[in-house]
């Protein structure tokens, strides 16, 4: 089938939260708390550029330059794959903080790629366009993950198969947590720079035995609790003494949040991604009380923080209006 050299099209990528403690680079939710808006248009063909505009509340934060922005690595990326030479023009709408474990790189990586297959007739399967995303993570993180961009790019809750390479073998949707809710608490600090890379590198690279059973217990809880609906088991889940421990020091406040929530009701409590942001599955009832304590402990320490209240999302592949 011959590749349609124009076109336009407007894609919406959610926010997600990955890991959800034992799922670490596994388990990953989208959520209706922020979207990254991505148009592509086709504007002409002989040699691929890409001309980049940016807009959005965190327009700011991302790099302009399309060499650098990782909505646009990874389309000159599919451009090479499909053996396409392209003339794009690209709006990104930043909403989706960046570096705050909100998945905000992966986003916008997901909607160019999203977003320009669907214009070529959809040459590339979803593993293909998770492939190449996860490259642009790689470039971002230092090394490939897939969580974040499966979940974005797909929806809802996802669970993430790779082989002894790290590579992708494929990605499964875990159905039934649609009616969960979650409080994100997202702590208005500086992290490091390349903060998924420090972080990453914090973990340990062994670990006991008696580590792994603990963990793959709570994985067990968390992804039974998602497929059964029930939030009180999958939110026995959010624990993990292996990760979270190695990192927690990246997240203020995170043990007394945590107990806390828990306290109040709360099923349970995770650091979203690499962290800052904190993700808690919780109650619609408890909701506002929790958030209340939530917002009474970082004020009394002397720390701005910002709370959503939101739900899984949809993923990307359902695309706006151009
Ligand atoms: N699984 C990745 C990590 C997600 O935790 O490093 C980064 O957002």
Redesign the pocket.
Known sequence: MPLATSGRIAVEVPSTS??LASG??IVAVAHNAFYDRVEVSVVGEGYSKIKLKIEGKYANEVPADAEKNAVTIPVLRFLDVVGEKLNLEIKLHKNIPPGK?L?SS?ASSVGGLAGLNRILGEPLEYRDLLDIAAEG?RLV?GSK?Y??VAASLLGGFVMVDMDDSGSLKDVYKISNGERFRFLLIIPEIDLPKHK?KY??GLIPQEVPLRNHIRNSIYLSLLIYGIATGKPEIAGKGFNDVI?EPAREVLVPLYRIVKKEILKAGGYGVAIS??GPSIIALVDPGSIEPIEGRVHEIYRKHGYRVRTIRCRPSRGAIDLAKP
């Open positions: 990955a890991n670490f680079d474990g998945g992966g993570e993180a993950h969580d974040n998924t972080s990453r990760v991604g690499a």
